[in-house]
């Protein structure tokens, strides 16, 4: 879907836009970004939606109120296929990947 692509290719500009040192790689057949050894974002789309992943819990208890009109699920959230990149997803975005680096320090 060009739409969904988009979306994930702008997510992933804007975090590495932000840590240019985070490393881009494919596993699992999903676009991940890692922090040295550990991953700190991933994405998976399916028909209805992008499936952002920030590998934490805390992460996501701490952002959950800020996503509470997403679908929350233990580990993920589902956000619109043509959800904007804007300024203020952007940091959301940011925001989530700097706690999960935090945490691994």
């Known amino acids: 879907d060009p739409v969904q692509a988009k979306t994930v290719k702008a997510m992933f500009k ?8 985070l490393t881009f790689e494919i596993a699992w057949n999903k ?3 890692k922090d040295e050894t550990k991953y700190v974002f991933a994405a998976s789309c399916s028909k209805k939606s ?3 992943h920030p590998w934490s819990n ?3 208890k701490k952002f959950a109120p800020e996503m509470e009109e997403f679908d929350l699920k233990l580990k ?6 043509d959800w904007k990149v804007d300024a203020k997803n952007a940091k959301l ?5 700097k706690m999960r680096m935090a945490e691994k320090r």
């Open 14 to 21: 804007a975090i590495q836009t932000k840590y240019p040192k």
């Open 31 to 33: 676009p991940m970004l």
């Open 50 to 52: 992008i499936l952002i």
């Open 58 to 60: 805390a992460v996501m």
């Open 76 to 81: 993920t959230v589902g956000i619109p296929n």
């Open 93 to 97: 975005l940011t925001d989530m990947v």
